[in-house]
């Protein structure tokens, strides 16, 4: 969109969420607030992104660097003072801006647009988004002339009773023409209840002036919920997530209980894929389709192929390739690879380990820091013994090679291709390929023995 400009308000202090963190920094589905609206924002079209900054002003330029320009309010003197600092950044351009607020993190791109949409064709010197709510108590109150037209916005502790009864509320977000913007702010005072320059007199200064005040009803009342607090923080991780879900269903993917399913912002999943109850998709996680995922899986910036199978199993930084199995109750750690129809079973400990095409390690091992190749089996109880307790060392495990249970493969060790090690072995030497390894003490039987010692109990 041509000359599109916003103002990002997040200058306050939040002390309702009683934190460290900035409020605009807490995450709704895995993703700051912020975020949310600035990479709206840019999705929009938007020019320039100017956030106002104040409390905590580092950490959120920090955070927001390279995507949004900032501006200082150091004193918290009302909505349009905050606008009023990005004069120097935005005043004196023609075209329309955006102000929004930044603890609202639900409004859509659709809803935004038809926001631009409709400020641009009324050719109105300001817009504003509203939602008629069943409560409207706390909000800032649209009040209408008799012919439907929008005479001004009332904050509610200055409204009277009869503007209370009015349920449209102003939600916060304005679309203005840049240049009568300015002029406008310049003409707003501090006489009200709380001695502070509100954003919304703009709009009675503008319809004084003659200048036409447009609103925009938002279709979906939810999407105007703002987080001062943790139970709003988690009302619209409610309403984003169950929007998250409807999307990924919409595209083809069955998910059994949505209810009981709890996917990030940033995942992506494939057609016919199923997700079961349980499952907790973080992060960069990527599915490819016809996958079985859950019940009870925690996947966090897993690369998924298709037609893989994991059950009640850790996954975190890795890849699982086409058609692999995990699970139940695996631990896969980041930096590692399962290759292609490979399989990790039940209670297998994984790090930093490529596992090749059709290798198995069905039950009860850790396998850390390993290369091994296609076709291998791994018993039961088999260990890489990868750490001395200051450095990590890679085992090597070839194509073919077969470990059988308890073993321990003490690194830096390579077993060869083909080479099978017999069950019990602690192995701290090369096998070659082809070779049958066997570490471990002969068996001694002392007839009787057994005998003497329950005598000695």
Not at 130 to 159: C, F, M, N
Not at 281 to 302: M, N, Q, S
Request: hydrophobic share 35%; proline share 4%; charged share 25%.
């Amino acid at each position: 969109m041509e000359n599109l400009f916003a103002v990002v308000l997040a200058a306050g202090k939040g002390t309702r969420m009683k934190s460290k963190k900035h409020k605009v920094l807490h995450p709704v589905c895995g993703k700051p607030i912020i975020d949310h609206i600035i990479d709206l924002l840019i999705d929009l079209g938007t020019d320039e992104r100017v956030v106002i900054v104040g409390h905590q002003a580092e950490s959120v330029a920090a955070h927001l660097e390279g995507r949004a320009s900032f501006a200082r309010q150091d004193q918290q003197l009302g909505t349009a003072h905050a606008v009023m600092q990005s004069a120097p950044l935005l005043a004196g351009n023609d075209g329309v801006t955006l102000v929004m607020n930044g603890d609202h993190p639900l409004f859509t791109r659709e809803t935004l647009a038809q926001l631009v949409r409709s400020h641009r064709e009324s050719g109105a010197a300001a817009t504003i988004l509203t939602a008629v709510l069943p409560d409207p108590t706390g909000y800032g109150r649209v009040i209408r002339r008799s012919d439907g037209t929008v005479d001004r916005v009332v904050e509610h502790k200055d409204a009277t009773e009869e503007e209370r009864k009015v349920r449209e509320i102003n939600t916060g977000t304005f679309c203005f023409d840049n240049r009568l913007l300015w002029d406008a702010l310049s003409k707003v005072s501090n006489d009200n209840m709380q001695g502070e320059y509100y954003l919304p007199d703009v709009i009675g200064i503008l319809n004084h002036d003659g200048h036409p005040i447009g609103a925009q009803p938002v279709a979906d009342p939810a999407e105007a919920g703002g987080v001062n607090d943790r139970i709003q923080l988690a009302a619209a991780e409610r309403v984003m997530q169950r929007r998250i879900l409807n999307g990924h269903m919409m595209d083809g993917v069955t998910i059994t209980d949505p209810d009981n399913t709890y996917i990030e912002a940033g995942v992506a999943i494939g057609e016919d894929t199923v997700i079961h109850p349980g499952s907790i998709l973080r992060g960069r996680t990527r599915i490819g389709t016809d996958c079985v995922i859950g019940p009870y899986v925690e996947l966090t910036d897993l690369e998924v192929g298709d037609g893989v199978t994991i059950r009640h199993s850790v996954l975190q930084g890795s890849q699982v390739e086409k058609k692999a199995t995990v699970g139940p109750y695996a631990y896969v750690r980041p930096g590692s690879t399962l290759g292609e129809e490979s399989k990790v079973g039940c209670f297998v400990d994984v790090k930093n380990t490529s596992l090749g095409k059709k290798s198995k390690i069905s039950h009860l091992g850790y396998v850390g820091d390993a290369r091994v190749g296609e076709e291998v089996n791994i018993g039961c109880g088999a260990v890489t013994v990868n750490y001395d307790g200051k450095n990590k060392h890679q085992t090597v495990i070839e194509d073919g090679a077969f470990v059988g249970c308890n073993v321990n493969m003490v690194a830096p060790v390579t077993i060869g291709k083909g080479a099978y090690v017999a069950a019990g072995s602690t192995i701290h030497r090369d096998v070659p390929e082809d070779a049958l390894a066997i570490a471990r003490e002969r068996q001694t039987n002392k007839p009787e023995y057994a005998k003497k010692l329950r005598q000695k109990g």
